[in-house]
């Protein structure tokens, strides 16, 4: 379920990290990034399934709750986490620049914090790092394939504007001539 939200944010261009939220049996919750759609920079998957968990149980904190995402959460979405005493973190692949349980940081591992989440990664690992490399790549080429038609605008603006110029220097030296 997850992997089909991350692959509903990658459709719709947003980075594709989806996120269920489980209590026992039940779904709770289950999305994906919404950054862009909701103008919202804290619209990540987590966030916006902690939010849904909480109107389904009626409580802001999600005790007894499993959190299954595609991406190592960000520190935001891991403090989250703390803050909603969810029990288990479970995530598919790692990030190496924004990755805050294991990657770059360890803030679930925090001696110092009130709650300890149980954590657990590598479920469905490669195709989670799929679905990003994927879409990634996907943009990169898009922007390979804009820069690329810039600069041939850029050149033809160009060439029209030295044309423009031989035309007036010409039309100078011919009205000099008079």
């Not at 389904?56 to 005493?85: F, Q």
């Not at 990169?140 to 050149?155: F, T």
């Amino acid at each position: 379920m997850a992997l089909e939200e991350a692959e509903a944010a990658g459709q719709s261009g947003e980075v594709p990290v989806g996120a269920i939220l489980v209590k026992g049996d039940r779904v709770l919750a289950r999305n994906h990034n919404r950054c862009i759609e909701l103008h919202d920079p804290t619209a990540h998957a987590e966030i916006l399934v902690l939010r849904q968990g909480g109107e389904v149980l009626k409580n802001y904190r999600l005790v007894g709750t499993a959190l299954y995402v595609t991406v190592e959460p960000c520190p935001m979405c891991a403090s989250a986490m703390i803050h909603g005493r969810i029990s288990r973190l479970i995530f598919g692949a790692r990030e190496p620049k924004f990755g805050a349980v294991e990657s770059t940081m360890r803030l679930l591992k925090e001696n110092a914090l009130n709650h300890s989440v149980a954590v657990d990664h590598g479920v469905l690992e490669a195709e989670c790092i799929e679905t990003m490399r994927s879409f990634f790549n996907k943009k990169r080429a898009a922007k390979k394939i804009e820069g690329s038609k810039q600069k041939s605008v850029g050149r033809k603006l160009e060439k029209e504007s030295g044309k423009r110029e031989a035309g007036r220097e010409k039309q100078n030296t011919e009205s000099s001539r008079q």
